[in-house]
């Protein structure tokens, strides 16, 4: 996992954040980033992304549709 080699290389090379994100053509921010969760939490996996948003008007919907029902010329 390219996550792992870029810690690893880190951590066994003795090198700088710049050089290891040149070596694996990645941002410094992203070694930074690794960096940083592999101390916090002891891993690298990817942290789970988005998620299920619902719409600021989802807890309106009864209401709105007994709207369109009463005013079906409004839509």
């Known amino acids: 996992m390219l996550r792992e080699k870029i810690v690893k290389a880190y951590e066994q090379c003795n ?42 008007l989802h807890s309106h919907t009864t209401q709105l549709l007994d709207m369109v029902e009463k005013y079906p010329d409004y839509t």
């Open 15 to 56: 090198t700088s954040i710049r050089k290891v994100a040149a070596r694996f053509d990645v941002s410094q921010a992203f070694v930074q980033k690794l960096l940083k969760q592999k101390q916090v939490t002891g891993h690298v996996n990817p942290k789970k992304q988005g998620g299920c948003l619902k719409s600021v």
